[in-house]
């Protein structure tokens, strides 16, 4: 399910639509409809980062997991009580706690929901769940996405874990 909210307050929809009846067009919808238009294709192209995430972490390749999130020194994960910053950093955390192929299972992501914050960033809310030989770990993600030069890009990843099974 996506849901993709409207990054402007509902009176401003009213005001724009109010200016161009004032201005005499006929298409007094025409900035919200191409609003919906923007904020459907940058869903759609956060859930195709999304989906080559997945896709990269069950062929085992951490760096093509890392491609979905911003190549910056202010990207953050956090997760517990534990913070890192920098995509390096990031990275290297995830090579050593996924250090092979058992460790890194299967993942899936699922319930993903998308609220735009404007034009060049949006909230995802989801579940990732880790089919593996031992356990299947699992939780949920709240990740912040950037419009960037490489495209949609991750700068802030707080993923937490559900209680494991006693």
């Keep these: 399910m996506i849901r993709f909210s409207?990054?402007?307050?509902?009176?401003l929809c009213v005001w724009a639509s109010v200016v161009f009846i004032s201005a005499g067009s006929h298409s007094i919808f025409a900035a919200p409809?191409?609003?919906?238009?923007n904020q459907a294709t940058a869903a759609a192209r956060i859930r195709a980062v999304l989906?080559?995430?997945?896709?990269?972490?069950?062929r085992a390749d951490i760096d093509?997991?890392?491609?979905?999130?911003a190549r910056a020194k202010s990207t953050i994960f956090v997760s517990g009580d534990s913070v890192q910053r920098g995509w390096e950093t990031v990275r290297e955390r995830y090579k050593k706690k996924y250090s092979d192929r058992a460790k890194?299972?299967?993942l899936t992501f699922s319930d993903l929901e998308i609220t735009s914050l404007g034009s060049d960033a949006a909230v995802v809310l989801g579940r990732w769940h880790l089919k593996r030989a031992?356990?299947?770990?699992h939780g949920r993600f709240t990740l912040i996405f950037r419009k960037t030069a490489?495209?949609?890009r991750i700068v802030h990843d707080h993923t937490s874990a559900a209680p494991s099974p006693k």
């Design 6 to 11: 409207p990054p402007i307050p509902l009176a």
């Design 33 to 37: 409809v191409a609003q919906q238009e």
């Design 51 to 58: 989906k080559a995430q997945q896709d990269a972490w069950n």
């Design 64 to 69: 093509g997991f890392m491609n979905g999130y």
């Design 104 to 106: 890194m299972g299967v």
């Design 134 to 137: 031992q356990d299947q770990p």
């Design 150 to 152: 490489d495209g949609w």
